[in-house]
Nanobody, 119 residues
Framework: VQLQASGGGLVQAGGSLRLSCAASGSVFSITVMGWYRRTPGRERELVAAITSGGTTNYADSVKGRFTISRDNAKNTVYLQMNSLKSEDTAVYYC??????????????WGKGTQVTVSS
């Protein structure tokens, strides 16, 4: 599975950005897609995730501001980020999880996209 993310950039505090991540390759059986982020000196953290059935999960810090959505036909996940804060500045990584035929769970990661929020 290959993940191609786009949509990062520089925005002022209070502004919005939309991240997109398209999966290609062996996309069959991808169950969960999501976004993680990492800032220097901190562990990578889950931002938001969505199952193939549409169940979502958000970090407390982004609830009410970020919305994750998914187009299963396009194997694409989106992250709409509104009311951005300086603390949202990070490298954002797209993630896909699927079950292999062996029964093992497998994680796939896209290259990070930088989001910078200026105050």
């Amino acid at each position: 599975v290959q993940l191609q993310a786009s949509g990062g950039g520089l925005v002022q505090a209070g502004g919005s950005l939309r991240l997109s991540c398209a999966a290609s390759g062996s996309v069959f059986s991808i169950t969960v897609m999501g976004w993680y982020r990492r800032t220097p000196g901190r562990e990578r953290e889950l931002v938001a995730a969505i199952t193939s059935g549409g169940t979502t999960n958000y970090a407390d810090s982004v609830k009410g501001r970020f919305t994750i959505s998914r187009d299963n036909a396009k194997n694409t996940v989106y992250l709409q980020m509104n009311s951005l804060k300086s603390e949202d500045t990070a490298v954002y990584y797209c993630n896909a999880f699927k079950w292999a035929t062996s029964g093992d769970g497998m994680d796939y990661w896209g290259k990070g996209t930088q989001v910078t929020v200026s105050s």
